[in-house]
Each structure stands twice: as C-alpha cells, then as structure tokens.
C-alpha cells in the first residue's frame, strides 16, 4: 500500500512516526506528507517535528493550514499515487475532491465510541460527564460529521483523578496502536468496515473559552471535572478574584471537609501557607485548589496569591451590574471627551 499522511500535533506525529518506522520495516510505503498547521495559541506544537521526521526518512512534505493552496488531488493522487490516505489531527475540512478519491478511502480518528459523542470536544465532555472512559474510533472518512464506517475501536479509562492530558497521553497510545494494527489487517486482505447506527448517535457542542468559567453554586464533583477537563495545556477552568480572571490548573475534592450549615458558595473557608491550597466552597462540599494563575503570569500556589479567609472566587449578581454601569458611565465619559465643542 502506498499511505499519505495529512496531520498535526503530537498525536499526529507519534502516529506518522510509527508509519515511518513500518514504511522503514517493508510493511508498505509512506509516499508523502501534508502537515497542517496548528492554531497560533497552541503551545504543545510538532509542525517542526513532523518536518524532520518526513526529511529523515526521506518522505515528500508539504505544510500547509487550510489546503486551499495547490491541487491537492493531484499532488495526492497523481503525483504521490496514494492507495490509502491516514488522517490524524486534523481541523480542518478536507476538501471533497480528496477524500472520495483516494481508493482505499481516507482513515480518521475520533476521540469517542462512534456513534456516541460526535461532534467536538469528544474527550472533554467524557471527562466533564464523568465517563468512566474515553474511546478512540478509527473509521472511514465520508461526507456527514463522524458517521463514517467503523475500522476498530479502542477504550482509554478514565481515572478518578485523570485530567485532560492524562486521558490524552492514553488517546495518544490507542490511536497509534488501532492504526497499525489496522493497516496490518488491510494488507493481509482488508480491515473490517462496519457501518454506525445512526440511531445510537449522541453529539457535543463546541467549547468556547466561555464554558470555563466555574459555578461555585455547583456540586463539588462537577467543578473538580471541570477542572480536570480543562487542565493546562487546554484553556483552564476560570473564575475570578477580586474583579479579575484567575485560572484553576489543580484542584480536588478536599479529603475532610467541614459541614458548613452557612454556606456560601465562593466563600474561602481554609488555606495551608506551607502546603499552599486554599479551600472553597460549593454548592454541596468543599473543593481544595492546588495551582491557579492570573492570565499572563506564571502559575503559582493558591495559598501564595489568596491569603483572607474572607474572601470570595466568582462574581455575585450585584458585582457583575456594579461593572456593567462603570463600564458604561466611562463610555459615556470618553464620547462626551470625543464630542466637538459648540
């Protein structure tokens, strides 16, 4: 077989690292590679990597972000001849002239037990939802989202502690090894294609940095989820400290918690200098955070940054109307600076 690779990240480069290394062993040959750029605020980046890689093995590249920029059937399939095309890490909509042409089909993966949780943010939600595990299912890219026929599957366990980049390193581990497993059984005479129920299909919305901001009037096991789905390098669980964004890295149910019959959700109600936590309360318990960070600044201890037991995270109602009336009282200053005279 002759396999083009078109991807990005880290688990798209240990996946063309174990193409290249199978190319190397006579499995079959990697005729080239397209390497997507990643977003500009992603910090984990491998276009650099997967650039060496491809030079090592002497392996035709082309970078590119959005594939609008050259014939890319005709580099795929005329000038790679491509029989089978491997999609990992990928953003994009891959234009249609490529994948219904490549004549084994275009192998994508999706961070879920297709049909379940189509759509974005697959890992994420699971771990938001408190999912026992994550999933990753390789399948057949086609025209609707996710809905592809199903290659293999392989399920990531997702402990009670695990957060976003732990689940992820276990992505990583599945994806490599249902491709090549996969591709092992395409050459011995084709992998197995299984058509989804499309009845069974459940799907998740986009996240935006919005849907991070902490509910303190939450259950303490859905804010420590939060947290833990949006672990650096996503984009952090937020909430805000004296009128200002503050990010959650680490946090957790905290082991022996009082019964506090005066509740206020928010409300700081322990703090260990030594240890540097600081407890806060929910809507039901009491959550210990661990590594927060102002956006810009380097992340710290929380005990080393909140240091009143009378303070509170999040904004009450009224504080959110006190900011939207100065923010408007200094609007109508500066247009009535702006305004010309007589």
Request: glycine content about 8%.
């Amino acid at each position: 077989m002759r396999i083009v690779f078109i991807g990005s990240t880290r688990r798209g480069y240990l996946t063309l690292e174990a193409l290249a290394e199978r190319a190397a062993a006579g499995a079959h040959e990697l005729v080239g590679v397209v390497s997507l750029a990643q977003f500009p605020n992603e910090t984990d980046r491998f276009e650099g990597q997967i650039a060496a890689l491809a030079a090592a093995h002497d392996v035709p590249l082309v970078e590119t972000q959005w594939m609008k920029d050259r014939d890319y059937r005709a580099l795929i399939l005329d000038e790679w001849q491509a029989d089978l095309a491997v999609l990992v890490g990928v953003r994009i909509l891959l234009p249609d002239e490529v994948w219904t042409a490549v004549p084994r089909g275009c192998w994508t993966v999706h961070d879920s037990p297709l049909p379940a949780y189509r759509g974005f943010a697959p890992m994420n939600w699971a771990i938001l939802n408190g999912e026992a595990e994550a999933a990753v299912t390789l399948f057949v890219l086609s025209e609707e989202m996710d809905a592809g026929d199903v290659i293999a599957r392989a399920s990531v366990p997702i402990g009670p502690r695990d957060d976003a980049p732990t689940v992820y390193r276990g992505v990583c581990d599945a994806t490599v090894r249902v491709i090549v497993e996969s591709l092992a059984l395409e050459a011995a005479g084709g992998a197995p294609r299984t058509p989804q129920d499309d009845t069974d299909a459940t799907y998740g919305c986009a996240r935006i940095t919005d849907d991070g901001w902490l509910d303190w009037r939450q259950d303490t096991a859905a804010l420590d989820r939060q947290i833990r789905a949006l672990a650096p390098p996503w984009p952090c669980a937020s909430t805000t400290w004296r009128g200002r964004t503050l990010l959650v890295h680490r946090a957790e149910p905290a082991p022996t918690p009082r019964r506090w019959v005066g509740r206020v959700p928010g409300r700081i109600v322990g703090r260990d200098a030594d240890a540097g936590w600081v407890d806060v309360l929910t809507g039901d318990g009491t959550l210990r955070l661990h590594t927060v960070q102002r956006p810009g600044k380097a992340p710290r201890a929380a005990a080393s940054l909140i240091k009143s037991v009378r303070a509170s995270l999040g904004s009450t109602p009224w504080q959110q109307q006190s900011r939207i009336e100065a923010l408007e009282a200094e609007v109508k200053r500066l247009a009535a600076l702006l305004e010309p005279e007589g």
